[in-house]
Nanobody, 126 residues
Framework: QVQLVESGGGSVQAGGSLRLSCAAS????????MGWFRQAPGKEREFVGR????????IYTDSVKGRFTISRDNAKNTVYLQMNSLKPEDTAVYYC???????????????????WGQGTQVTVSS
């Protein structure tokens, strides 16, 4: 069992930055692929990006490429989402998720993740 707690959300003006953190419990954090998802009001949850166990490889959805960066510190059991050049359309509840690695799968879908945090609100005003 892995418990995830996000923090760092808040309100910011367009063009600003925020860094979200996701702290994980348990000794097995380094064995999980970590993903970030978001859900805006009235919309389905969508993939933002993910980072593999070693931290060597990341994948992002097109709308955040070049603006968002995912990193992880396995010694601290924490994954981060650095968000720069924020836009009003980035407004959403952001969730981190932990998924057991799945051979041959990119893990871009929420069904490929096993544990979820409670979410943190990000609001970007124009």
């Amino acid at each position: 069992q892995v418990q995830l707690v996000e923090s760092g959300g808040g309100s910011v003006q367009a063009g600003g930055s925020l860094r979200l953190s996701c702290a994980a419990s348990g000794p097995t954090f380094s064995t999980y692929t970590m993903g970030w998802f978001r859900q805006a009001p009235g919309k389905e949850r969508e993939f933002v990006g993910r980072i593999i166990r070693s931290g060597d490889t990341t994948i992002y959805t097109d709308s955040v490429k070049g603006r968002f960066t995912i990193s992880r510190d396995n010694a601290k059991n924490t994954v981060y989402l650095q968000m720069n050049s924020l836009k009003p359309e980035d407004t959403a509840v952001y969730y981190c998720a932990a998924g057991r690695p799945r051979v041959g799968q990119a893990q871009l879908a929420s069904r490929e993740y096993d544990y979820w945090g409670q979410g943190t609100q990000v609001t970007v005003s124009s």
